[in-house]
């Protein structure tokens, strides 16, 4: 009997280890994106986008890069008292969020193809350093339109996940 029970606590503890090794293997970043706009652009030539990457995991991750095809370019960009700065990537912490607003970290679509107007949107591509790319549908509002604060309730109604 205590063979029987010293095996079966061998079996256990392998399975148990597998489950831990599988856990730590799938443990990347879990992304979701909301609350997406574009004001509406009073340029014919540049644009402003916002949204809110959510991460839901212990690993953190980096928007490196977007894509659309209504621009040539879109840069990444911090903002702080009166200057703005083109940055490389912006930060994901892990259980945590990347906030892109007006203000403060943003997306600049330079060089539009067309100029979308209020009640348009816009198609683009998260690229990251850690999660596979994302699309987005960002819808276009009007060019004073101000977001209420962004609450779990309205980040879940217009999500799009990745993980």
Not at 95 to 112: A, D, R, T, Y
Request: charged fraction near 20%.
């Amino acid at each position: 009997m205590s063979t029987g029970a010293s095996a079966g606590a061998l079996v256990l503890t392998a399975a148990l280890t597998l489950v831990g090794c599988g856990d730590s293997g799938s443990s990347g970043p879990e992304l979701s994106v909301g609350s997406a706009y574009m004001p509406q652009p009073v340029s014919d030539s540049m644009a402003a986008g916002f949204l809110v990457i959510t991460n839901e995991s212990g690993a953190a991750d980096r928007l490196s890069s977007v894509t659309s095809d209504i621009a040539d370019e879109i840069t990444l960009h911090t903002s702080s008292a009166q200057s703005m700065t083109e940055v490389k990537d912006l930060g994901i912490p892990a259980n945590g969020k990347l906030v892109l607003e007006s203000g403060g970290n943003h997306l600049m679509f330079e060089k539009l193809k067309r100029k979308p107007k209020e009640g348009d949107k816009v198609s683009l591509e998260l690229h990251f350093t850690k999660s596979g790319p994302m699309k987005v549908e960002m819808p276009v509002k009007s060019p004073t339109y101000r977001p209420t604060a962004v609450t779990t309730s309205s980040m879940q109604s217009s999500s799009t996940s990745h993980r």
